[in-house]
């Protein structure tokens, strides 16, 4: 299996998923014109690598996010925990600026519920 690799732009995280090691990194701004067709290939991807039950260690190091991006955040989050209550062997990475309050919060609120490993890591 392929990576998938986006380079960021102004408006759009970088992509960086590494088929080999199983971390898959989301990072940087999204806000893109269209969320749900920028994520198009993301969750394409994700659904062909999951088929295959490999191990997964998803990190995201966004520093802001629209509206409509975060429905493909918590889409992203809701399909790694599907995994996870499937057998699959899958953590999640919630980065976030020391003093950026509406980040952490974003990621205490999104995984709050979650039964996959999460860890809230500040930088």
Not at 2 to 10: A, C, I, Q, V
Not at 60 to 81: A, P, V
Not at 87 to 94: H, M, Q, T
Request: hydrophobic share 35%; charged share 25%.
């Amino acid at each position: 299996m392929s990576d998938l690799y986006l380079s960021k732009t102004k408006t759009t995280p970088a992509i960086e998923f590494n088929s080999a090691t199983g971390k898959l990194i989301i990072s940087g701004e999204s806000y893109p014109e269209n969320s749900a067709e920028f994520y198009k290939p993301v969750f394409s991807w994700l659904n062909n690598y999951m088929e295959v039950k490999r191990e997964i260690e998803f990190s995201f190091k966004l520093t802001y996010f629209n509206t409509s991006s975060s429905k493909s955040i918590l889409d992203i989050i809701e399909l790694l925990e599907n995994y996870h209550q499937t057998g699959g062997k899958v953590s999640l990475n919630w980065y976030f600026e020391e003093e950026d309050d509406d980040i952490e919060d974003s990621g205490i609120e999104f995984t709050s519920d979650l039964t996959l490993p999460c860890k809230l890591i500040p930088y």
